[in-house]
């Protein structure tokens, strides 16, 4: 296949993981994003851009250029040298999809260099075997709220549409907490009683979003599953989970493996200002230094960008556009 001088861009957004009960079954794309530019060069150059690029590896052991050759293997085409720019808000190892973004990034950049040829499904295939589990990667890639399985071999999905009076607020504590960690502290044996109080909340938790009865989400978006093994790694996240439905929200957890803790929130709600103050006073009292910002479920999963302007570098086209 004739490759040429094709440069492509695709913007992915971030997410949430599990919302609580749904543990590696749930994800929602998030308004927050990292944009991937991709090219076939000459000898392999990689420009990470940005403050959330620290310590991620330039040579081709990076995710993106890994991914990518996934791709061209899969669709049986050779293009061994890559020039791969990226630039990212979404912060690393935080609990905000960060890899995922990467992982679909990267495979959907490496599709659309080659003209398309992998479907939508294969892509969420190869992602989920990568992650390990679907729920970050169908966000980032379906957009929306994903309700997501993987036996091992296939992921299966459904898309729902976000409800819009859905508003997110996440405290971004000041340190990372990987997935490996945040995993390994699980049981690897669970209770069956365990297991049927989290088949039930997350059950109702996505019946809940997809009818609007956004009045069951406080009760539904509880969790026994991760979230109080969890706890230990992200002082203030006990009292967080315990109480901040007492101060505006409609319901919350921790944000994927952490330590990002997220909270649901009605966007007419009045008491805005009072969580924002009882998340960052409760973090405070546990000395941890934590970053607020208000988000939005983003509709839109993984898009290659059509119009850009290909004499501007990406850090130069996006500017103007971050967070947007
Ligand atoms: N652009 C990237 N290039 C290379 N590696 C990346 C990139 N983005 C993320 N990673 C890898 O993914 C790791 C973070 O993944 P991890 O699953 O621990 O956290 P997360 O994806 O931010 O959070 P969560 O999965 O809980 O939502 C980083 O430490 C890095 O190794
Ligand atoms: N479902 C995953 C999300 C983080 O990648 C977890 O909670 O470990």
Redesign the pocket.
């Known amino acids: 296949m004739e490759i040429g001088s094709r440069k492509v861009r695709v913007k992915v957004p971030g ?1 949430t ?1 599990n919302l609580g009960p749904g543990f590696d079954t749930l994800g929602m794309a998030l308004d927050l994003y ?1 944009w991937i530019e991709m090219s076939e060069a000459a000898a392999t150059k990689i420009h ?1 851009i940005g403050d959330q ?1 620290k310590g ?2 330039t040579d081709k052991s ?3 250029y890994e991914v990518a050759q996934m791709v061209f293997e899969k669709a049986g085409v050779l293009i061994p040298e890559l020039e791969i720019s ?1 630039y ?1 808000d ?13 992982i679909v990034g990267g495979l959907a950049a490496a599709n659309a260099l080659i003209g398309s040829p992998l479907s939508d499904d294969t892509l969420f295939q190869m992602a989920t075997a990568l992650e390990q589990h679907p729920d ?1 990667v169908g966000a980032s890639l379906y957009g929306g709220l994903v309700v997501a399985f993987w036996d091992g071999e296939r992921a299966e999905h459904i898309r729902v549409e976000p409800d819009d009076r859905l508003e997110v607020l996440v405290a971004i504590p000041h340190f990372q907490l ?3 960690k ?1 995993r390994h502290v699980l049981p690897r044996e669970q209770s069956l009683a365990n297991a049927v109080y989290n088949v039930g909340h997350s059950s109702v938790l996505v019946a809940a979003l997809c009818t609007g009865r956004l009045d069951m989400i406080p009760r539904a978006m509880k969790d026994a599953l991760h979230q109080p093994y969890r706890a230990p790694l992200v002082p203030g996240l006990s009292k967080i989970l315990a109480e901040a439905t007492e101060h505006g929200a409609l319901g919350v957890a921790l ?4 330590p990002t803790m997220l909270a649901l929130v009605d966007r007419d709600s009045s008491r805005k200002a009072e969580l924002e103050q009882f998340l960052q006073g409760t973090l405070r009292g546990e000395q941890i230094e934590a970053t607020l910002l208000w988000l939005k479920p983003a509709s839109s999963g993984v898009q290659v960008l059509t119009h850009f302007d290909e004499r501007c570098t990406l850090f130069e086209n996006i500017k103007g556009e971050v967070r947007g």
């Open positions: 997410s993981a990292a990470l690029m991620i590896p990076n995710l993106i990226m990212s979404i912060p690393l190892t935080r609990g905000l999809g960060s890899s995922a973004a990467a970050n990987s997935t490996e945040a944000s994927g493996a952490g």
